[in-house]
């Protein structure tokens, strides 16, 4: 997997988890690179460049592949190196750029699908039920549903007990709905096989 040093200048595990706070811009980084003519970029650029804070540009060159810096000589980073590596990143982690994307526009979509109910239900007198939409239900399927939803062939158990059982229902009930919007593959499996069944208490 790489190094693992406590005592060393980075952490391979550490960098991999670090955000990349300048993916949304990394078209435009790309096109920079290109059309440099500078062979090299030192650590100064890539803070601007990146728009980076000086610990985050030398971590990031560390990634992109430069060569450790000899004592008292600035590190240095071939400008193809890192293009190609920039281009690489962009590749394979753009797709989290579409998927928070998405569920910031389904939060959207949810709250004021779900405002527009509360102003209907008030107008008419009705006693409203108020919970939280968080993204874990959201981005819910059938393989993620919470205690407390039984889904088994021909039927569906939703459990909910205590002084707020009305309010724990109509949440379980949201997120099973959810989750079968976002599976309906799934949960037209569990619900009509026995060996895809799933129970939980």
């Not at 560390?62 to 890192?82: C, F, H, N, V, Y």
């Not at 293009?83 to 569920?103: G, P, Y």
């Not at 229902?169 to 096989?193: K, P, V, W």
Request: with cysteine; net charge neutral.
């Amino acid at each position: 997997m790489g190094p693992f040093r406590f005592n060393g200048v980075w952490l391979y595990t550490q960098l991999m988890a670090m955000p990349r706070t300048w993916l949304p811009r990394a078209e435009e980084i790309i096109d920079v690179l290109r059309r440099m003519k500078s062979k090299q970029l030192d650590r100064a650029a890539i803070e601007e460049l990146f728009q980076l804070q000086r610990r985050a540009a030398i971590e990031l060159m560390t990634q992109a592949g430069a060569p450790k810096a000899k004592r008292g000589s600035a590190s240095l980073i071939d400008r193809t190196s890192l293009l190609s590596w920039t281009e690489t990143i962009f590749k394979d982690e753009s797709w989290q750029l579409q998927r928070h994307q998405e569920t910031r526009e389904e939060l959207s979509r949810s709250v004021l699908e779900i405002q527009a109910v509360r102003a209907a239900l008030h107008q008419e007198g009705r006693t409203l039920i108020r919970f939280p939409l968080v993204e874990e239900v959201l981005s819910a399927n059938c393989a993620s549903l919470p205690p407390g939803i039984t889904i088994a062939p021909g039927f569906i158990t939703i459990q909910a007990t205590g002084e707020d059982a009305a309010t724990t229902a109509c949440q379980l009930l949201y997120h099973l709905a959810t989750a079968m919007a976002n599976d309906i593959e799934g949960f037209a499996a569990r619900l009509s096989t026995p060996e895809s069944a799933r129970l939980l208490v």
